[in-house]
């Protein structure tokens, strides 16, 4: 694992934790994850690709490292493994690593962005997963990684609609012969899956169900009918934007409701401010791509 080299950094903003509380609730078991993650120490908004970027309002790449760096000391405190990859100056958005690709079974799916501005993203991490001991498969069709491909009951609920290419999809069956469940995105806002879908655990999801097209709806109501629906109030701070390992939950600390949807199923939630990030159209998931070897 790259180890980080500099020495001084802001200080870390306080993170909040919500335990358990419903007395009925599962007990639930924490999957080991490895994630990789890369320092925004290029960030900023330069440009808009997604409604939540306006370059007009003031960034800061200080403050986009502190609350960077609250994500990743939360990873490791909760025993994950974090892997870096070098980022790139003019690489505004690198630091949201789901998009880089989709890794499962030894194998890499790249990306291939749709915006301009994006697509230098793309090789560099092929580049890093070849150096990394992954089957690199280079994408066909536009595809914008796990941001737009989250792993379920085995199958690969995929998104299209903004990002992602509906023919990606069939590169994804062709690639790791897995079910692949193709979901239309209709709200800009939530542009790609994983800011409209969050994992659970290997069964269960929570989602907004208003970000999805009639007949994708439809879909998750009947494979998921225990499924947590999420309000926008909470999906519009990128709460759904969340990542977990079964038992412990990392979420936008502003999406309130949703953490006390997941305590009532048993669920443990770590609540961080990322709102600088947001800046960019991103949040806890969009910074955070899992890697399964």
Known sequence: MQQETTTER???????????????????????????????EHFTVSYAINPWM?????????VALAQWQSLHDAYVALGYDVELIDPVAGLDDMVYAANGGFTLDGKAYGAKFAFAERVPEGPAYMAWFEAHGFEVHEPEHVNEGEGDMLLSSGAILA???????????????????????????????????????????????????????????????????????????????????????????????????FARQLAERGFETVGLDLSELLLGGGGIKCCTLELRR
Do not use: W
């Open 10 to 40: 802001p200080t870390a903003p306080e993170t909040t934790t919500h335990a358990r509380t419903a007395a009925s609730a599962p007990e639930r078991i924490a999957q080991h994850k490895t994630v990789l993650m890369c320092r925004p």
């Open 54 to 62: 306006d370059p007009t309002k003031p960034t800061s790449t200080d």
């Open 159 to 257: 998104g299209h609609g903004f990002r992602t290419s509906l023919e990606s999809h069939d590169e994804l069956r062709r690639i790791f012969d897995r079910e692949v469940v193709s979901l239309r995105l209709v709200d800009p806002r939530f542009y790609h899956l994983d800011t409209a879908m969050a994992i659970l655990d290997e069964s269960t999801i929570a989602y907004l169900p208003a970000a999805f097209d009639d007949a994708s709806r439809a879909e998750l109501e009947r494979r998921y009918p225990d499924a947590i629906l999420v309000d926008e109030a909470d999906a519009s701070v990128l709460g759904l934007n969340s990542f977990g390992d079964g038992r412990t939950m990392v979420i936008a600390e502003r999406a309130t409701g």
